[in-house]
Each structure stands twice: as structure tokens, then as C-alpha cells.
């Protein structure tokens, strides 16, 4: 979801609360760089890092996965990344990073992107993502990859953010969240109709399906899909919410807002002047999650 950011600002500030727009106070002063992030791990000759291809099974097809896997005997807690809309920007670098964290990192893509197979279309994507924490929690797969499934966490970017709150407010063995610029897409379908269609035309690569046939899920699923609605599953679960200035911030602002208010003392959000995809805040980006995730896989 890189282009067309203008219309995704334009429906924020027509659809969210002028409350709800208010930029999160400055971050304190940022604390030491994790060293995971300019640091090697020791090999180990035994157990070393490493990388997998994975078929993952998911409505009758096996979507396509890659598993970087982190060095020693294990297992390691394990990250999902769930990428945004089609998904050019695939953090794979901050898959990097969380591995020499000592962590597990999985990447996939959903059916009908980037060479999966099947239809795209939006309600599979929680589905999917559902899919892939199913298989890491399976014991011959757990146990091949070196996963510890009492800690699995997730990241989603983008419209990615929108399938982690989804699914993260139903799947409660998880022990972390992370949003990254997350889309509600809940209000995306609120869009007015032209809008939505052209901004559908503009992001479409490599998915499988039409822009019109999205346009008309996102309308039809509009209130299903907003994320404000699964609040109240999301006020246990550790949540971290990234915004940068892509005019999104104020959704994810609410969504932690909503979370706050149903009882929820677990959600925190940050800031970053930065574009959507984060491209001149890489090195923050990843010591915020690193610094996030630390406390809850220790």
C-alpha cells in the first residue's frame, strides 16, 4: 500500500475523530541501539542461522513462506511479518535483524500475491495469517524450525496491520503485537466509491484479482472490517502501534484508544516523521521492536 497515501489521508480525516487525529506526545530520549542491529551472532557450526522455503497450507492451496531461522540449538520465539497492500515493502531487513536478535523470523505471502496461489481477496488474509501461526504451532513443523510456540508474536505492515489486529484479537496465546502504519480497513471501505476504485487501480501488483472486485469487498465488508470493533480482544495482548506521517496515524492512534478505553493497559504507540514504508527510519523502526519484543520473549 505505497501509492495513493494522499486518498488514505483524506478518508482519515474525513472518517476519524479530530480527537482521535492528535499526533502521540514526543517519544522520550530513544534509549541505546539494540546491538542485534549492527551486530553478528557467534556461528555455531552445530546449530547455525539459516533460511527455509515453506508451503503453508491455507484454503486448499499452500501459500508460499520463507522461515529465517536464528542461530543455536533452540528453539527460538518466532515473529510472523505479515506485509501491506500488494506489499512492496517486505521488512526483510527487519527479518535480519530480529533473527541476530536470537528470534525466529516468517515471512509470507498471502493467497493469490506474489506468486501464492489462488484469488486475492481481503477477508482470506486473517485467514492466511491464522494459517501460518497454525503451522509454526504444529509439533513436526515447531520442532523442525526450532520454534518455542509459548512465544510467537506478530508484526504487520499496512493493510498487514489490519490482518495482525484481526487475527490478534482472536488468537490469544500470542505474546506481542506490532503495527506498523496500519490501515483500518474498515474505513478504507468508507471511501467514496471513485476513490476507492482508483486508489484499488494503483495497487495492484502481483495480486491476483481485479480492482473492481476488491473495491466492492472492501464496501460490502466496511463495518465487518474495522478493526475498532475488536477492540475489547486486543486489551490483554501486548500491542505496539507505530505511526509515521503518511496520514494514517490517526487510526492507529484511535485503535489504541479504543483499546484504552475497554480496560486495556497493555497498548502503546510511537512516532516517527518518516514516510509509510519507513524508509529513511529503518534503524529506529527495528530498535523499537526489538526493544518491544525483548521484555516478552525473556
Do not use: C
Not at 530520549?29 to 546491538?35: C, F, L, Q, S
Not at 503485537?177 to 483500518?184: C, P
Amino acid at each position: 500500500m505505497r501509492k495513493a497515501i494522499l486518498s488514505l489521508a483524506l478518508v482519515a480525516t474525513l472518517t476519524t475523530p479530530v480527537a482521535a487525529l492528535a499526533r502521540a506526545p514526543a517519544p522520550a530520549k530513544r534509549t541505546a541501539i539494540p546491538a542485534a542491529i549492527f551486530t553478528d551472532p557467534p556461528q555455531d557450526k552445530a546449530h547455525p542461522a539459516r533460511m527455509e522455503t515453506l508451503h503453508i497450507p491455507t484454503g486448499g492451496v499452500a501459500v508460499n513462506g520463507v522461515a529465517y531461522l536464528a542461530v543455536g540449538a533452540g528453539p527460538h520465539p518466532t515473529v510472523v511479518i505479515a506485509h501491506g497492500l500488494p506489499g512492496i515493502e517486505k521488512n526483510l531487513d527487519l527479518a535480519q535483524a530480529l533473527r541476530r536478535a536470537g528470534w525466529n523470523t516468517i515471512t509470507f505471502n498471502y493467497r493469490g500475491s506474489w506468486g501464492s496461489p489462488g484469488s486475492y481477496k481481503f477477508a482470506q488474509n486473517p485467514e492466511d495469517l491464522s494459517a501460518v501461526l497454525a503451522f509454526l504451532r504444529d509439533p513436526t513443523n515447531a520442532a523442525k524450525l526450532g520454534v518455542d510456540t509459548r512465544h510467537l508474536a506478530v508484526i504487520g505492515h499496512s493493510m498487514g496491520g489490519w490482518t495482525t489486529a484481526m487475527v490478534g484479537a482472536q488468537d490469544k496465546q500470542l505474546s506481542g503485537l506490532v503495527l506498523i502504519s496500519a490501515a483500518n480497513m474498515g474505513l478504507i471501505g468508507a471511501m467514496p466509491h471513485d476513490a476507492l476504485l482508483r486508489f484499488m487501480s494503483e495497487n495492484m501488483e502481483t495480486l491476483a484479482s481485479t480492482p473492481a472486485t476488491l473495491t466492492d469487498e472492501l464496501v460490502a465488508n466496511s463495518a465487518a472490517n474495522n478493526w475498532l470493533a475488536r477492540a475489547d480482544g486486543l486489551k490483554d495482548t501486548p500491542l505496539l502501534v507505530l505511526t509515521s506521517d503518511d496520514g494514517l496515524a490517526g487510526q492507529g492512534e484511535a485503535l489504541v484508544a479504543a483499546v484504552r478505553k475497554a480496560g486495556g493497559t497493555k497498548a502503546v504507540t510511537a512516532h516517527e516523521a518518516t514516510d509509510h514504508s519507513w524508509s529513511d527510519r529503518r534503524i529506529a523502526l527495528e530498535a523499537r521492536i526489538i526493544r518491544f519484543l525483548q521484555p516478552l520473549f525473556k
